[in-house]
C-alpha cells in the first residue's frame, strides 16, 4: 500500500513569506503528527491530529499551524517565515494515537528560508 | 511518555554485531519500547518494537530485562549501510501525547 506522501519535496521561500506543507497519510491511518528536524535540535515535535482535531502541540510560537481534513490528509502552515525556520518537516501517521501504535514516516518536506 | 537516554554516538566495523542500549527509568506499565532508524534527509523508519523479554525480526533484535528500564537493540553483522541515526522511543496508547524522540545514537560503520 502506499506509503505516507509529503508534499512539496524542496522549498525555498523568502523570509516573511508564508508556508503550506501537504502530508497525506497511509490508507486508515487517522492520527499525523508533524516534526521539524534540524542538524542542532534533532527531532522537534510541532503537533498531532486525530479525527480533525488537535490533541497535542510542541513548543512552537503561534506562526506554526496545522490541520486536518475528514479524509485525515493534514496540512501544516508556517507564516511570517525566518531564517530559523529552514530545516526537514516531516510528517508521520498512525492507525491510532499513541506511541504504540508505531509511526510511518514520510521523506520529509526540505525547507530553505532566505 | 518516558524521557529516554541513549548514547550520542557509536563506531563498528562492517561485519560485527551492535548493541545500542537505551535507558527509559520511568517507563509506564503500558508502554511499549519502538526503535527507529534514520538515514540522512529522510524519515525514521520503524525497525523493531517490543513490550519484555525478547523479540526478533529479519533485519534486528530487542532485549528487554525484566524490569523494563532499559532495552537493547542489536544489529547482527552490520554492513556500510546500517550506518545512520538509531532512535528508541518509549509510549503508550491512547492520546495527549507529545511523542518526543531523543537524540537518538549515530551509528557509523566502518569498511
Redesign the interface.
Known amino acids: 500500500k502506499a506509503g505516507?506522501t509529503q508534499t512539496p519535496r524542496y522549498l525555498i521561500k523568502t523570509r516573511g513569506q508564508q508556508v503550506t506543507l501537504s502530508c497525506s497519510p497511509i490508507s486508515g491511518h487517522r492520527s499525523v503528527?508533524w516534526?521539524q528536524q534540524t542538524p542542532g535540535q534533532?527531532?522537534q515535535?510541532l503537533f498531532?491530529y486525530?479525527s480533525e482535531t488537535q490533541?497535542?502541540k510542541?513548543n512552537f510560537p503561534g506562526r506554526f499551524s496545522g490541520r486536518q481534513f475528514s479524509n485525515s490528509r493534514s496540512e501544516m502552515n508556517v507564516s511570517t517565515l525566518e531564517l530559523g525556520d529552514s530545516a526537514?518537516y516531516?510528517c508521520?501517521s498512525s492507525a491510532?494515537?499513541?506511541?504504540?501504535?508505531?509511526?510511518?514516516?514520510?521523506?520529509?518536506t526540505?525547507l530553505t528560508v532566505v | 511518555l518516558a524521557k529516554t537516554t541513549q548514547p550520542i554516538s557509536m563506531d563498528s566495523y562492517e561485519g560485527q554485531e551492535v548493541n545500542i542500549t537505551c535507558s527509559h527509568n520511568n517507563i509506564a506499565t503500558n508502554d511499549y519500547i519502538t526503535w527507529y532508524q534514520q538515514f540522512p534527509s529522510q524519515g525514521p523508519r520503524f525497525i523493531i518494537q517490543g513490550y519484555k523479554t525478547k523479540v526478533t525480526n529479519e533485519v534486528a533484535s530487542l532485549f528487554i530485562p525484566a524490569d523494563r528500564k532499559s532495552s537493547t537493540l542489536s544489529l547482527p553483522r552490520v554492513s556500510l549501510s546500517d550506518t545512520a541515526v538509531y532512535y528508541c522511543l518509549v509510549g503508550g496508547s491512547g492520546g495527549y501525547q507529545k511523542v518526543t524522540f531523543g537524540t537518538g545514537t549515530k551509528l557509523q560503520v566502518i569498511p
Open positions: 505516507v503528527s516534526y534533532g527531532l515535535f498531532e486525530f490533541r497535542n510542541g526537514l516531516l508521520a491510532r494515537q499513541g506511541a504504540n501504535y508505531g509511526y510511518t514516516f514520510g521523506s520529509g526540505r
